[in-house]
């Protein structure tokens, strides 16, 4: 909305259509408005305006709002909240009378901020982080080595990032990989000394049936020679008899003359 | 007592003292609602929330001799969020293209009945057509000055505004007050006349 501001002829009229200026006042007002057609007109209008709103003045019957029982929020307090209360609202007008206007407590607030800055205030984004601190920004800490899942380094102790924590856990990653497969390399080697070693027990057990079977098989053979069911033909024998052949006497052949 | 006895009182805890105000001041303030918000329901949620919070705070209120001013204070601020609301805002609208629709035209206007209620009725539809023309501004200022009986100064510190803006506002709703009712064909002279009816 657009209002100009009444200039001071106007609000004399405000003022006077609702009884607010002294008669000498209203008479000087009168007689101004006797002397100009247009104030005249202006105040016809004010006056016609003021009349419709007297007379369209309705008394109508109101509800009425009395509380039958007080609400039970808005109770008397005890005395304890009562002196709590007090003791802020006391607070806050000693502050409003310390402090005076909301521009004094902007300027206390600026040099504030003034003194914190002149003693090194100072908010650092480090990867990501605001970090709030006094003082001069420290050096940048070389980024740290870790081995075997020891650390930080020495000197590193007063940033450890993100980035270092992941760099940390993907080396103790490494780490645990790497002592998997020497565990399973490990337990290959150990699993085929023992293939070798029940390889070599067979083996030697294989070796040693062999013997028995060949003694028995000999023996055998012997007992069948003495009882001359073999007669005069060759005798096998193994390889390891061939040196001394063994004689068997021929078997006679019974003849039909 | 005085409205500042009564508020001392109820800052001490008294309850009926409280509603000795309320029953004071319940009518006055509902008829300042009404007018604001055109609307008897509303009026009187607004009122009782109004009274509510005066209660709940009175103990804040650091002049109790202004207690008037102050509950209408609250009562304003209420106002303000009701007009603010999805529902003031449709009840906006539909007095704008409904309530004035309803309206007689001023070609085929009935002269002011000479029975005493049609007359008064025929007033109070005028009256809301008019206000409904003022800004939300101008009506504050009007209906506290006229009908509450407020002074601009005590009306400058419930609008929390200058005194010299409340006669501004003041001056500028008169005059579109009086240019309404020309519009509608309402005269001094209907008007004088249907006074003299009564």
Known sequence: ?257 | MSDAELALLSRQGDPQAFNRLAGKWGASLFRFVRRMLGSDADAEDICQEAFLKAYVNIRRLREPEKFRAWLHHIALNLCRDWHRSPRGRERTIAYEEGFAERLPRPETRAPMAPDREMERADLARELSAVLDKLSLEQRTAILLREYQGFTTEEIAEITGVPAATVRTRVFYGLKSIRRTLQQRGVTAESLRGGAETR
């Not at chain 1, 029982?69 to 005890?78: D, G, I, K, Q, R």
């Not at chain 1, 310390?98 to 003034?114: E, R």
């Open chain 1, 1 to 257: 909305m657009n209002e100009k501001p009444l200039d001071a002829h106007r609000e004399k009229m405000i003022a006077a259509l609702y009884g607010e200026l002294s008669a000498e006042e209203e008479r000087e007002l009168r007689e101004l408005i006797d002397s100009d057609e247009e104030l005249l007109a202006e105040w016809q209008e004010l006056a016609e305006a003021r009349e419709f709103l007297q007379a369209a003045a309705d008394e109508a019957p109101a509800p009425s709002f009395v509380f039958l029982t007080p609400p039970e929020e808005a109770l008397p307090v005890s005395a304890t909240v009562r002196a709590g209360r007090h003791a802020r609202s006391g607070l806050r007008a000693r502050l409003g009378h310390l402090f005076g206007s909301p521009a004094v407590v902007f300027g206390i607030a600026a040099c504030a901020l003034l003194v914190l800055i002149g003693a090194g205030f100072r908010v650092d984004h480090t990867e990501g982080d605001l970090v709030l601190g006094f003082g001069s920004r420290p050096h940048p800490v070389a980024a740290p080595q870790f081995t075997q899942g020891v650390g930080l380094e020495p000197g590193a102790e007063a940033y450890l990032t993100r980035t270092d924590f992941d760099r940390f856990a993907n080396l103790q990653m490494k780490i645990t990989a790497a002592m998997l497969n020497q565990y399973e390399e490990q337990r290959r080697d150990e699993t085929l000394l023992l293939v070798r070693q029940v390889s070599v027990a067979l083996s030697e057990r294989q070796q040693r049936n062999h013997e028995e079977l060949r003694t028995q098989v000999q023996d055998a053979w012997l007992r069948m020679i003495g009882m001359g069911v073999l007669g005069n033909q060759p005798v096998m024998r193994s390889s390891r008899d061939r040196g001394t052949p063994e004689r068997i006497a021929p078997v006679s052949q019974p003849t039909d003359n």
